[in-house]
């Protein structure tokens, strides 16, 4: 973006990896996709009591919108707000929730021990006290994902539109912990059948 924001952190998420962090109120969570077509599962809690945690179904129904980007905010499950989405290059998000997980990918492809978001998104996590038990699929925000809705009443996941160095920058709204897997799945078109890396920064 070219502006002059003091650097906290910043990390290279390898394809399939994860990361796990704490912001303060006013922080932002900058998701670079270096190559694109990446998408990546976005969680987070409030550090005050973890309970209250991001919610796809709020964040909807405040809105009253389904495709959730700038300058939409973004709240919690007690419909508090959470994020602001400053920047959204894309414009293009899955805000129904949900994550890929070895059940599903069990079901779906016959494939349980393929690497998946919910053992990622579990791994960032741990370092902060919370478990596989501690989320659901209503706290997930599939950031660059793109879910068509079929007028038959189909659901189909298609091919991200995101390109090589699209963006999307959330300013925190209260202190989080914040949970991000880069997707590893590669058996649907959610990826375009190809893993890359994503840049996550914490800006002041």
Known sequence: MGESIPLERQVILAPGGYFGATVATGQRVRIVDLEGQQVSDFMSFAREDPREQLSMYSSRAVNSNWRLTAPHQLYSNLVRPMWQIEVDTVGENYCGGGYCNARMNALRYGAPDAPNCETNLEKA?????????????????????????????????R????GAGDEIILRALMPQIVAISNCPQVRNPVNAGRLKPLRVEILN
Not at 133 to 153: K, L, R, V
Not at 159 to 162: G, I, T, V
């Open 125 to 157: 996590l741990a370092p902060y006290g919370l478990n596989r038990w501690s989320f659901g699929p209503d706290t997930c925000f599939n950031i660059f994902m793109t879910y068509a809705y079929e007028m038959n009443g189909v659901l189909e996941i």
């Open 159 to 162: 091919e991200p539109k995101s």
